[in-house]
């Protein structure tokens, strides 16, 4: 091959002073690695083994790259051309982000200068040993060659030529390599500000090639990628085939936004020519046959040059700008990470410093949580399951509040009923009655048999029709036998909830690590011992349940009295029918036959002769009052006593400042001494914040010289327009007296004369409508002027002198 010296002028054509600096802004965030954490646009070369990509590259770039081998495609190969005051080149690997440190490092030392590009294969073979890629061995690797050339004459383009996609494995290379190779090349099409410029090969069918199925996948609607169709020559000139892919060429087939282009490459026998002989056979094929059908601008690696640099260019003018959204999202990413992480603590006395700061994080948040404070963003969008268990008090009170409502429609044994029909429990029962899983149900002449024999067994000295006060609370004992089991499950879900959550608050304010051994040697001990005590209160509160009945709460007299009144006016009801001979609650006529002394007859018959039925339906409506009211009372204990005393009332309490500083050294050690995968996400982090801090300074850089350019740009406006206003002002003074003069002559021959010297159009139409000699208003010599994306104000030269109110007519001022 002929001696190549590091001049690349092939290239020139990219070359634009508005193109430089984007150039150079995408080259500077990349050089610094902030690619490695967000998309930047770039070029990329995809296609099939054997496509033809290396030589496109090569045509494109200038640089010569071996093809023989395809040792360049074992991995994705980045050539960067920048301005430099003095010629230079440089060969070097980036680590993939899945190498481990070591690794990293070893090849992160790998960089080598060039004095000729003729040294590239050799320097690619070593780069290939590097990387450990062997022919019995690693076939394809990740990690990236870079090829970096400088020159006061260089542009500024990055070019990614990818590894060739691979059909099926063979003795060379393997179902893993094949998975390998797909996965990297879909994970550079798939960023969204990437141009594929996807590589057919014209001697396979072009619907066979997998680069355009590829292409189809990540970019339905082709607007980012452009068609390249190589080795042309090798097909038989007017023969179909040919003609199939000229026609795809146009665009027939398979269409992207960006349209297709078609180059040839050095065949064998021209693999030591130079670039300019390359250049020129190339011309000469596309000159004759079918490829004459085809725009100039479609053909040749000229052409392609200029396409891409008008495609890249475009695709950094569209993203560059939101850029710097992408990386302060990512700084903020790591910011909070680094947050969650703390402070580095190889020490005793940091990790105890460590741990008194995140105590009062966590203080502060559960506080909030407890009060039902939710303004921090830790607690979310209420309307996800997820989010809504952090608000904790709001958990509580509905806990709390479906206890209660369990407690009144299920928390009874016996459910009895005012006729003999027992009618089926469908309140979500389910279970066996003997067991408390389900009520019994009785009707009230029921549940007086089941009293009279409690009263029978136990008479004292009562009187007849009285019974033994004592006997209410063997009743309500009866009634409430499935508190225990309600007040104790409720204890448990607070218990969960309260676990769950803090839980929660861990992970969001220190990283898994810490929290993990947080929550499990401090946090979990803690808060079961308080389940614990929650229990112990339980347990007092239904200890009362065995002492005599006691209260002096006014709602038991009117509860007694409402139930009394309740079953009187029952029997009243049933008296009235009876004596009317109706079933009906309402009499449909008047009667009038009515004796009014025979309905007080008829209703003073409720006397009771069996004492014993008497006392047992006074005593089951005292047990029936009782219940309600100590029901309820013992509900707002449970939440009160309970849930909030032991429970939740000072949950912040559990990992507090005091409590970190009587923690034993050792347990300290035990929850907050760094792994050595915390201490390794910690530099990792500190070194994305530190690449993406130097991104963020070179988008801000571009962005202020963006601002500067247009704030220059509408100043030199402002000025101009001025110094037009003037123009237009001395040339109407000028004007006017010249129509004085002319309206003071009365020869026709002068007038005549004087026609010779007068003014331009314009300003003769604006003396034609009576205007005086004062300058025309500025607002009508000034146009809408868009540049930088922002609407300038500048001076119009065309627009005609109109006072303001008049629409201008465009004419040429003098």
């Not at 005292?622 to 949950?651: P, R």
Request: contains cysteine; charged residues 30%.
């Amino acid at each position: 091959m002929a001696a190549t010296n590091l001049n690349t002028s092939s290239l020139d054509t990219f070359r634009s002073s508005e193109q430089q600096n984007l150039l150079d802004d995408i080259d500077n965030l990349r050089h610094e690695g902030v690619g490695e954490f967000v998309f930047l646009p770039q070029i990329i070369v995809c296609g099939e083994q054997s496509s033809g990509k290396s030589s496109v590259l090569e045509g494109i770039s200038g640089v010569p790259f071996p093809q023989h081998d395809t040792l360049c495609t074992r991995f994705p190969t980045e050539v960067v051309l920048r301005q430099a005051a003095t010629p230079s080149a440089a060969v070097m690997i980036v680590p993939s982000k899945d190498a481990s440190e070591s690794d990293q490092a070893r090849l992160n030392s790998f960089k080598q200068s060039l004095q000729r590009l003729e040294d590239i294969p050799d320097l690619v073979k070593r780069a290939k040993d590097e990387m450990g890629l062997t022919e019995s061995g690693k076939a394809f690797s990740k990690d990236i060659l870079r090829v970096e050339i400088s020159g006061p004459d260089k542009p500024k383009l990055t070019i990614v030529d990818l590894p060739g996609l691979i059909q099926t494995d063979s003795k060379v290379q393997s179902v893993a390599d094949v998975e390998l190779i797909t996965g990297l090349v879909t994970s550079y099409m798939e960023n969204p500000k990437s141009v594929i410029l996807a590589v057919v090969s014209a001697k396979n069918e072009y619907h066979n090639q997998a680069i355009l199925r590829k292409a189809r996948d990540v970019d339905p609607k082709g607007f980012r990628t452009l068609g390249l169709i190589t080795k042309p020559d090798t097909l038989p000139p007017g023969s179909d085939s040919e003609g199939v892919i000229v026609d795809l060429a146009s665009n027939n087939n398979i269409q992207f936004r960006l349209g297709w282009h078609v180059v040839k490459n050095r065949d064998y026998n021209e693999r030591h020519w130079t670039g300019e002989e390359r250049d020129r056979s190339e011309e000469h094929f596309f000159s004759k046959g079918a490829w004459t059908d085809l725009p100039r601008d479609m053909v040749g690696i000229g052409p392609l040059r200029r396409r891409l640099g008008k495609i890249l260019l475009e695709q950094i003018q569209r993203y560059l700008p939101g850029l710097i959204e992408d990386i302060e999202s990512n700084i903020q990413d790591c910011k909070n990470k680094l947050l969650k992480l703390g402070d580095s603590r190889d020490t005793p006395e940091k990790q105890r410093q460590f741990l008194l700061k995140l105590s009062q994080s966590f203080q502060t948040l559960c506080r909030a949580a407890s009060d039902g404070s939710y303004e921090h963003p830790f607690f979310g969008n209420p309307a996800s399951d997820g989010e809504y268990y952090k608000r904790l008090r709001a958990v509580v009170q509905n806990l709390n509040m479906e206890f209660s409502e369990v407690m009144r429609v299920r928390g009874y044994h016996r459910k009895i009923v005012d006729n003999d029909i027992r009618p089926e429990v469908d309140d979500g029962w389910e279970g066996d009655p003997s067991n408390g899983e389900k009520p019994l149900v009785m009707s009230r002449a029921g549940a007086i048999e089941w009293v009279r024999e409690l009263l029978v067994r136990s008479r004292g000295r009562e009187l007849p029709g009285s019974f033994n006060p004592l006997l209410v609370g063997e009743l309500f004992r009866d009634q409430s036998t499935r508190w225990g089991r309600l007040s104790q499950e409720h204890v448990q879900q607070i218990w969960l909830a309260s676990r769950d959550f803090l839980e929660k608050l861990l992970f969001e304010i220190t990283d898994n690590e810490t929290s993990g051994s947080l929550f499990t040697h401090w946090i979990d001990p803690r808060i079961n011992e308080r389940f614990d005590t929650a229990s112990q209160s339980i347990n007092r509160l239904l200890a009362d349940r065995q002492k005599h009945p006691i209260t002096y709460n006014h709602y038991y007299t009117e509860n007694l009295q409402k139930i009394r009144e309740k079953r009187q006016t029952g029997t009243l009801i049933e008296s009235i029918q009876k004596h009317w001979g109706v079933s009906s609650d309402t009499i449909s006529a008047y009667r009038n036959d009515l004796s009014i002394s025979k309905l007080a007859e008829a209703l003073s018959r409720r006397s009771q002769t069996d004492m014993d039925a008497f006392a047992c339906s006074e005593l089951l409506d005292s047990m029936e009052a009782y219940y309600k009211v100590a029901m309820k009372t013992f509900v707002d204990n449970v939440c009160i006593q309970v849930v909030e005393d032991v429970l939740i009332g000072d949950i912040w309490t559990i990992f507090s400042p005091p409590e970190v500083g009587q923690m034993h050294p050792d347990l300290i050690a035990r929850i907050a001494a760094e792994s050595t995968e915390s201490q390794a996400q910690r530099r990792q982090l500190n070194r994305k914040l530190r690449i993406l801090g130097k991104g963020k300074e070179i988008c801000e850089r571009h962005s202020t010289h963006s601002a500067s350019k247009t704030v220059r740009a509408r100043m030199e406006a402002k000025t101009a327009l001025q110094d037009d206003a003037q123009t237009f002002r001395s040339e109407v003074s000028y004007t006017s007296s010249l129509r004085s003069r002319v309206e003071s002559d009365s020869n026709e021959g002068s007038r005549g004369q004087m026609a010779e010297q007068k003014p331009p159009s314009e300003v003769g139409d604006y003396l034609d409508q009576g205007s005086t000699s004062e300058a025309p208003p500025v607002a009508e010599l000034v146009e809408d002027k868009e540049e930088d994306g922002f609407a300038t104000k500048v001076p119009h030269v065309g627009l005609e002198w109109r006072p303001l109110g008049k629409k201008s007519k465009k004419r040429s001022r003098r």
